[in-house]
């Protein structure tokens, strides 16, 4: 296997298996075994032959090995382990009732334990301040209660290699949509959430023709009032305008491809939205590398449309496989998922197939491209259902379902395509996330003793290597600013076809969005990229537009729009600083200074964190926890001093409690509702809370060059520092395979 650098982190961070010390027990080929063996047993269900099952076995390891295919992550991680859930997304219901609320964020951390993502819809929950007959009290409403279940997640970390995450989804026509639009306006609040408004077909007649509509107490069904939908509107497009928050999901449009509409609505979707699901259901992905596929013939660079048809066929049968080698968290889920065996096929490295074959990602070639494989793919993928059900049997939810018309053809799957996000497995197949551009076409990756290498794009590499303008020094430039739209090193031919994602305008991502939602039979994963400077209007632009076009939902992401943007990416950033400004020299103490302590638990015990200042503002800071010459003990300290020497060198505070903030350590703690990661993390919150109170916290000074590639960053990555690109609604850090959606 030719598995690139960053593939190998990620294998060995969060895939292989490990014995109770947390030494590798496996290589990566020898996952791919596990996995193929594992799933190829369930063809012994239908037939025991073992030279059925062991074709199968060599066919499911051949498109994994050679990276044409690859399942969704809990399959990989999973598969003939003794946990053995593979499925990654669930939707959960939450009724009007303490019991059922608490029964939810009860199956939800079986869930997130076992490495799935969970998705709700809180549109059933009484409005806020709604009456509650049984204690003659009032309802605190669906924001409320979301903050039980993200709390809940914060205390489960998925399998030991994966975070939890979750989706909210909240109707439009809800009381309480305006509260729930603003839920995350604070980014510190229900960190473990993406939230969604449901959009119905009325709603946006409405706001098309600006006009009044019902919102609807759940609990009477009854019309409880009339807004303005512009009003409504505007405020959903200004948050996501202001950090993302929310998305939306055109929730009738979902329900109007619902293969089983006798099973009722579906009503939310997976914490990336790709997936619409039922309650109690879930699904499994997979993604088919396309840039796999493309082959030179006669001096041409072309799809090799025979082996895409071979491997979208291994790849329904294997999804299908998935359905019953499952350990399933819950029994209702168990029973749904197997009445409908709907499975999400998928594409990844779509990016990587255009710069092959020389078509610009925001080109009209782009998007007929983008149809033509969908197209193909869907086609293959119902055509290889359907040959299932002749050899297996149709969905037991089959009679009444979509296909169950004028003699359709029996399927074995309610549905067999998404495009999900597919972050992580990207990375191992080293290709383009999901249908996403390329994010930047050079980083610069930090490894050990302080050196930095830059990770070059493999096809921008290999055509620059060609054409003969290729260097270290070019490399590294266009590190800087992660695109080459404005290096003239550069010959113009490849400016136009090496677009990244901030090149690429925000209509043409959803263009190509809406051309791969044409062939799909679920939901499409895209984020719409707009620079810094994009207005208000932008965004409802898109958002309109995404409507005319048919997809069934958007998200957006706006360059700088987050805290969490800021990083440094090492030397490139820094060499012009360094040669021009001369070395700090920290200040002398004088003899007396005056301060105050807080306490803070931690996992170790109580952290005191002593916070010393002078007129301009902190000046010295001492942690102590533990006895003297201890592990813990001797970290605080040491945490401490040169967080003192920072701030005697005038070094901005609250850059200090951005560098500390989020460490985690096995052992975190909670503090008046809040988590305390770690001693780092603790003096972090302590510093911030000094800063707050004085009046001091300043997050200006943390604004970089406009051209810099840390603007189009989403986050530093809490496990290796690297930048967070934002993907499909989610963070995702290309260098170790860290998601903040699991």
């Not at 029996?410 to 597919?422: D, G, V």
């Amino acid at each position: 296997m030719k598995l690139s650098e960053n593939a190998v982190t990620v294998l060995s961070n969060r895939y292989l298996r490990r014995d109770t010390e947390g030494v590798v027990l496996e290589t990566p080929d020898e996952m791919f075994v596990r996995v193929a063996a594992n799933i190829s047993l369930a063809e012994q269900i239908y037939d025991p032959s073992e030279s059925i099952r062991r074709r199968w076995e060599h066919e499911f390891y051949e498109v994994m090995s050679n990276l044409e295919f690859l399942p969704n992550s809990p399959t990989l991680m999973n598969a003939g382990t003794d946990i053995q859930q593979l499925a990654a997304c669930f939707v959960l219901p939450v009724e009007d009732s303490m019991e059922s609320i608490f029964e939810s964020v009860k199956h939800a951390a079986l869930i997130q334990k076992s490495g799935g993502g969970t998705g709700f819809s809180f549109s059933r929950l009484r409005p806020k301040d709604d009456c509650v007959q049984s204690t003659k009290g009032v309802s605190s409403g669906p924001v409320s209660f979301m903050g039980v279940f993200d709390a809940a997640t914060e205390t489960v970390k998925q399998g030991g290699r994966r975070r939890g995450a979750n989706m909210a989804v909240l109707r439009v026509d809800h009381p309480d949509i305006e509260d729930f639009i603003e839920a995350k306006k604070q980014l510190d609040r229900l960190t473990n959430f993406n939230i969604s408004v449901a959009l119905t077909e009325d709603f946006m007649e409405a706001v098309i023709n600006d006009q009044e509509y019902d919102l609807f107490n759940p609990r009477t069904g009854c019309a409880e009032r009339r807004v303005a939908a512009r009003k409504v509107f505007d405020r959903i497009v200004e948050a996501a305008w202001r950090n993302g928050e929310p998305g939306i999901v055109f929730i009738d449009r979902i329900n109007k491809d619902n293969t089983t509409p006798l099973l009722g609505d579906i009503e939310s979707t997976n914490p990336c939205g790709e997936q619409p699901l039922l309650p109690f259901e879930s699904c499994n992905l997979g993604s088919i590398n396309l840039s796999s596929v493309v082959v030179s013939r006669e001096l041409d660079t072309v799809v090799d449309y025979d082996r895409l048809g071979h491997v979208v066929r291994v790849a329904v049968r294997f999804l299908d496989n998935v359905i019953d080698m499952s350990r399933y968290p819950i029994k209702q889920i168990e029973a749904m998922t197997r009445a409908n065996r709907r499975i999400g096929l998928g594409v990844m490295g779509f990016a990587d197939m255009l710069l092959k074959m020389r078509i610009p990602y925001d080109s009209e070639d782009a998007i007929a491209l983008a149809e033509k494989i969908m197209s193909f793919v869907k086609d293959e993928a119902r055509a290889a259902s359907s040959d299932l059900a002749e050899e297996r049997g149709s969905f037991p939810n089959y009679k009444g379902s979509a296909f169950d018309q004028n003699g359709g053809r029996p399927m074995r799957n309610a549905t067999t395509t998404t495009i999900a996000p597919t972050g992580t497995i990207s990375i191992i197949a080293n290709v383009s996330s999901g249908i996403e551009p390329i994010f930047a076409l050079a980083y610069v990756r930090n490894v050990l003793d302080g050196k930095e290498l830059v990770e070059v794009n493999p096809v921008f590499r290999d055509i620059a290597v060609k054409e003969g303008f290729y260097s270290e020094e070019l490399m590294r430039k266009i590190a800087t600013v992660g695109s080459v739209r404005n290096v003239t090193e550069v010959p113009e031919p490849w400016r136009s076809i090496f677009r990244t994602s901030y090149d690429i305008s925000p209509k043409a991502h959803v263009r190509i969005q809406a051309a791969f939602q044409k062939f799909t039979d679920n939901a499409v994963s895209k984020t719409v990229n707009f620079p810094e400077d994009a207005a208000v209007e932008d965004v409802e632009e898109v958002f309109q537009l995404a409507y005319r076009l048919g997809c069934k939902g958007v998200t957006i992401y706006r360059d700088k729009s987050r805290e969490e943007q800021v990083l440094n990416i090492g030397d490139v950033n820094r060499s012009k600083e360094k040669d021009t400004q001369p070395l700090k020299i920290p200040r002398k103490r004088s003899d007396v200074l005056s301060g105050h302590t807080r306490r803070l638990p931690t996992g170790c015990g109580n952290l005191y964190v002593t916070i010393n200042d002078e007129r301009s503002g902190p000046f010295e800071l001492f942690a102590q926890i533990g006895k003297a010459g201890g592990c813990a003990a001797s970290q605080a300290e040491a945490i401490g001093r040169l967080v003192s020497l920072a701030l005697r060198a005038k070094v901005d505070p609250s850059s200090i409690v951005k560098q500390l903030r989020g460490v985690r350590c096995p052992s975190p703690a909670w503090d008046n509702g809040k988590l305390v990661l770690s001693c780092a993390d603790g003096i972090s919150k302590a510093l911030e809370s000094y800063l707050t109170e004085k009046q001091i916290f300043d997050t200006k000074t943390f604004a970089w060059e406009n051209d810099s590639m840390v603007n189009r960053c989403a986050g530093l990555c809490i496990d290796c520092g690297s930048p967070l690109e934002f993907d499909g609604g989610c963070s995702v850090c290309r260098m170790c395979g860290f998601s903040r959606c699991g």
